[in-house]
């Protein structure tokens, strides 16, 4: 009997325990679903995007012209001010013109003296001729008469081309502007001396920038494409603001140079731009497209292709927001759309980002509520 109440009493302490542990062990955890990965969609679309050539074109004048006085004198007057656009024949300064007009008038006084004289020889020569008939007077005397006249009638020419001069000079000391364009920065102020023709700057140039044009190298390798694109139609040219988030200007493409540069292997180009906002500035740099066709079939975002090692493809989200991996062929891509030829069809949604955390039969949620949008960049 001793050894059965100890028994007992363990018996009955191990119920106990076990009847805690059953009723307080933590329920045993069912399998969970995984947490869809978040990721960014488009659509992709049926449609086109331009074929571009880029290259990098620094903005040139059409006409810049460097104002040099064309005759010396005191630079009277300055008529414009900088920055100012002038129309072609507006004056734009004025040198002194008292000398030029004192010369005018000293030549038409000449002019004036030598016509008397020629009329007086001319006179002279009538009446020894009438003399002669009679033989009043040698033929001599006939002879030298005409030569007086011819002499005196080569003065005469002679003046009136001073005075031609003196007035092509007199003019010359209004400076008129030769083309439409904007005034630079005034070099000589009014007062000083200036020189005809002197070399170095003049008082100031005057730059046409409406239109303006856009000169750029393209490599020798794209000039078959270039060629076959100029014989369809003129090409248009697109001028961005450096980093492309802003087209500046459209004009169109005016000439290739007449040979390709062998230390380069580059051919330039110029493009000229209508430049009405005066958003183009000579001497600018810009990053010029010349579009030299359209690639047509599925328009999808450009980062919504993948290079792997079997080649180009694309996440392709199912009504189960599964994603499916998808090899395509992309026909062309300038960096914000691609254009795909096969391994697509419209209307189906493809990852954009967040490809990274994803692998075929992922489960995706959207990043933002609502259907998935297409991304389309500024044409």
Wanted: hydrophobic residues 40%.
């Amino acid at each position: 009997m001793k050894y059965v109440r100890p028994l007992v009493v363990c018996l009955v302490l191990g119920g106990a325990g076990y009847a805690v542990w059953h009723f307080t062990r933590p329920a045993k955890q069912t399998a969970q679903a995984p947490t869809p990965v978040p990721v960014s969609v488009a659509t992709a679309e049926k449609g086109s995007i331009p074929i571009y050539l880029p290259s990098i074109g620094n903005v040139r004048a059409l006409n810049s012209i460097e104002i040099h006085p064309q005759v010396g004198g005191v630079l009277l007057d300055v008529a414009v001010k900088e920055g100012d656009m002038v129309k072609k024949g507006q004056v734009l300064a004025v040198i002194d013109p008292r000398p030029f007009k004192a010369a005018l008038d000293k030549a038409q006084a000449q002019l004036t003296q030598d016509q008397a004289q020629l009329q007086n020889a001319q006179a002279d020569q009538k009446r020894y001729s009438a003399l002669a008939q009679k033989d009043f007077a040698s033929r001599q005397q006939v002879d030298t008469q005409a030569a007086t006249v011819n002499r005196f009638q080569g003065v005469v020419s002679a003046d009136q081309a001073s005075i031609d001069e003196a007035k092509i000079n007199l003019g010359y000391s209004v400076i008129t502007s030769p083309i439409d364009g904007k005034v630079g920065l005034r070099r000589v102020d009014p007062g000083n001396v200036v020189q005809a023709n002197a070399s170095g700057p003049g008082i100031f140039s005057v730059v046409q920038e409406q239109p303006i044009s856009v000169i750029s190298s393209l490599p020798e390798t794209d000039l078959p494409k270039l060629r076959d694109a100029m014989q369809r139609g003129p090409l248009a040219a697109l001028a961005d603001a450096p980093g492309g988030n802003r087209v500046l200007d459209r004009g169109v493409l005016a000439t290739t140079d007449n040979a390709v540069n062998s230390d380069s292997g580059t051919i330039q180009v110029r493009a000229n731009f209508p430049n009405p906002e005066m958003l183009l500035t000579p001497g600018q740099f810009v990053n010029m497209r010349l579009q030299v066709g359209t690639a047509t079939g599925i328009t999808i975002p450009h980062l919504a292709v993948q290079n792997g090692l079997d080649g180009l493809f694309v996440f392709e989200i199912d009504a189960n927001k599964t994603a499916k991996r998808k090899n395509v062929t992309v026909v062309y891509d300038d960096g914000k759309q691609a254009v795909v030829s096969d391994g697509l069809a419209p209307g189906v949604t493809v990852v954009t980002a967040g490809q990274s955390r994803i692998g075929d039969g992922t489960h995706v949620a959207f990043k933002e509520d609502g259907p998935a949008a297409s991304q389309s960049a500024e044409r």
